[in-house]
């Protein structure tokens, strides 16, 4: 690996787990210039996933990752604000600005509010977001979560876990397009079972802090409301910088935006199987990171970003992990195990040979996950 035209001074702006991934995969590379990370957070990173499971009914589940070793001078409690891509300088919003021959992009997003931008229902992304409701649902107020993603289904499981009764706002079927028919079927039937309701209809606003406005006209009420409707990239300190591409920060296949500068995580768009678009995924941002890194250390000799998505979820009483490409169509073309409700492990085929195989309550290790979805059953 050719490090000798590689950059001096590395600024890296994010500190979550994409930001952190790219400092370790960066010294793991022989990188041993100047390396500084920007977060606007004023704490270390930590884990997103465990804020919407374990921790939020009792505390349990640690969010702590393992101690950083590259070393990287850590910049906290202060965002960039705007990129000089000329004068290669980031500004920070304490009205100082830093040089770099080399940046990394990984500012992530935030939680898109269903009422815009002061709405008064929570959301959940931070570890404060996390403190707050755990807080307001230890006093067992009835809670109406708006979203049926992965993150609304978690954060209704945990809600009913703390003895609140729970409305699910769902614009269909609960968790359908990242999961498929399939599970989604068993995840809704698990919920149910455990005492959800669901309300299959669009949330059309929130109108006061205890209303949910539904596009048929009816209203959802309850103590505490709870959005999970999406998220939305943070790219504004980007705005005037020339690197959006129709409001979107796309990225090549190795994470290069230009040469000198790339970009890893939520915050970016990157080629996939089925176009250019963002995986909010914590494995992708993971993944990503680390071909960034080394495209920046070492141009096109870097490896191509080859995704192999892994994802996960923890949410009334089941614990689901997949390998592979999600959603799944149709029923499992293997099946080991009862039914997808119980210890299962199922294996589905795309059209275009792609598979995904995904463990619901087994102890599966993930390599072999990954080779079933891979190699086929
Ligand atoms: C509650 C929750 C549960 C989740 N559960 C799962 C799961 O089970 N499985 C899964 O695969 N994924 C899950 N995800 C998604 C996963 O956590 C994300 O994909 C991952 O954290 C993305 O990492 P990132 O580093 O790109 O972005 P982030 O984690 O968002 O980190 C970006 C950091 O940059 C900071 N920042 C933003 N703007 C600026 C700026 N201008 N200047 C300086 N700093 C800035 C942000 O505050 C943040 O600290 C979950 C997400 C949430 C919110």
């Not at 001074?9 to 994010?14: A, E, M, N, P, S």
């Not at 950083?68 to 202060?78: F, I, Q, Y």
């Not at 649902?137 to 993603?149: E, F, I, N, T, W």
């Not at 028919?181 to 929130?206: E, M, N, Q, W, Y």
Request: aromatic fraction near 4%.
């Amino acid at each position: 690996m050719k490090l000798t035209d590689a950059p001096r001074r590395i600024l890296v702006i994010g500190n979550g787990i994409a930001g952190q991934t790219a400092c370790d995969s960066l010294r793991a590379a022989g990188f041993d210039g100047d390396l500084t990370i920007v977060g606007d957070e004023p704490r270390a990173a930590y884990s997103r996933p465990a804020l919407s499971k374990a921790l939020l009914v009792d505390g349990g589940g640690s969010h702590e990752l393992a101690l950083p070793t590259h070393d990287a001078a850590e910049v906290l409690g202060v965002a960039a604000v705007g990129l000089d891509v000329e004068s290669r300088r980031v500004s920070l919003d304490d009205g100082s600005d830093l040089p770099y021959d080399g940046l990394v992009i990984a500012t992530g997003s935030r939680a898109r509010r269903l009422g815009g931008d002061h709405s008064p229902e929570l959301t959940l992304r931070t570890l404060d977001d996390a403190l707050v409701l755990r807080e307001r649902l230890a006093a067992r107020p009835s809670v109406a979560v708006v979203g049926a993603g992965p993150l609304g289904m978690e954060i209704a499981s945990a809600a009913l876990s703390a003895g609140c009764p729970v409305t699910l706002v769902a614009a269909g079927r609960p968790m359908l397009s990242h999961l498929g028919p399939c599970l989604s079927d068993a995840f809704t039937a698990a919920a149910v079972a455990r005492g959800l309701t669901v309300v299959v209809c669009s949330a059309a606003g929130i109108d006061d802090a205890r209303g949910v406005v539904l596009r048929d006209g009816s209203r959802v009420e309850a103590d505490l409301l709870v959005s999970a409707v999406g998220d939305i990239p943070n790219t504004e300190w980007l705005a005037t910088s020339g690197l959006m591409t129709g409001g979107r920060l796309e990225a090549d296949s190795r994470g290069r935006i230009r040469p000198v500068i790339v970009a890893a995580g939520d915050v970016a768009a990157v080629p996939t199987r089925t176009g250019v678009r963002r995986i909010p995924l914590w494995s992708s941002a993971i993944e990503q990171a680390k071909v960034a890194a080394l495209a920046l250390l070492t141009g096109d000799e870097a490896p191509e970003l080859d995704l192999d998505p892994y994802f996960w979820t923890e949410q009334f009483g089941l614990n689901l992990k997949a390998a592979g490409h999600l959603p799944a169509a149709g029923e499992p073309d293997f099946l080991l195990g009862d039914s997808p409700h119980g210890p299962s492990v199922m294996r589905w085929t795309h059209d275009d040979g792609h598979g995904v195989a995904v463990a619901v309550n087994h102890r599966i290790p993930i390599p072999k996950l990954r080779r079933m979805a891979s190699a086929g059953a």
